[in-house]
């Protein structure tokens, strides 16, 4: 595996259904090595802090493989950073990797916390509000990751995965939680072991009503 491309976001306004706002969504190639921390990426403009970054989601991430799936859904070639992520890996598709794996990208290492879910602002970006929805369909929403050692990453750089915690949930049954009828509690109690961003763990707790 190996690191395609690394992608930062500046404040730009989108329009959102009937409002516009500013997000830092649209996102494009850095060249050369860029610093990645425990907050994120250097250069990197996160605007809505009530739902995306903070330290369990420091990092978001795409793959080629799922890049290759929409392009041909959707019958067009997609620039890497449509979809705002950091980085773009290749080699392994998003949907089946785990909770707590651990990746090594050139000096960084990452450790996964929560799938991407998807809301106007990707629609807008895509120019289709539906695309929301299309999006939840498809199942393939990359993943989020917090940062357990910094470093700098650019393109060409070697991913190693170096596992995961035994029976982690996948990113797609975490994602599938907000958009199918929820697993057995017991299933919901379990997955509270694993290392989830805190926004999915609160979420899971809301469920169980804790």
């Known amino acids: 595996m190996k690191l395609r491309s690394v992608h930062v976001g500046q404040p730009t ?9 500013v997000s830092g969504i649209r996102k494009h190639a850095v060249p050369g090595r ?3 921390t425990a907050a994120g990426l250097d250069g990197d403009h996160i605007l809505n802090r009530k739902h995306h970054g903070g330290p369990d989601q420091a990092v978001y991430v795409y793959t080629r493989e799922d890049y290759a799936w929409w392009e041909e859904a959707l019958g067009q070639p997609l620039e890497p950073g ?11 598709e998003s949907a089946g990797v785990a909770v707590g794996e651990r990746f090594r990208v050139g000096e960084v290492r990452l450790e996964v916390t929560a ?8 629609g807008a970006r895509m120019g289709d509000a539906s695309f929301v929805k299309r999006f939840a369909t498809a199942r393939r929403p ?17 991913v190693t995965r170096e596992g995961s915690p035994a029976g982690a949930p996948t990113i797609a049954q975490t994602f599938d939680l907000h958009f199918a009828p929820p697993p057995p509690r017991e299933e919901l109690e379990r ?5 989830l961003a805190r926004r999915l763990r609160r979420d899971i707790e809301r469920r169980l009503g804790r």
């Open 13 to 21: 306004a989108l329009q959102v259904g009937s409002r516009q706002t």
């Open 34 to 36: 860029v610093r990645v």
């Open 115 to 122: 799938p991407r879910i998807p809301c106007a602002t990707l």
């Open 191 to 195: 997955w509270l072991a694993y290392p």
């Open 142 to 158: 990359g993943f989020y990751a917090r940062v357990l050692s910094g470093g700098d990453v650019g393109a060409g750089d070697p």
């Open 82 to 92: 449509t979809f705002g992520e950091n980085l773009l890996l290749e080699g392994l």
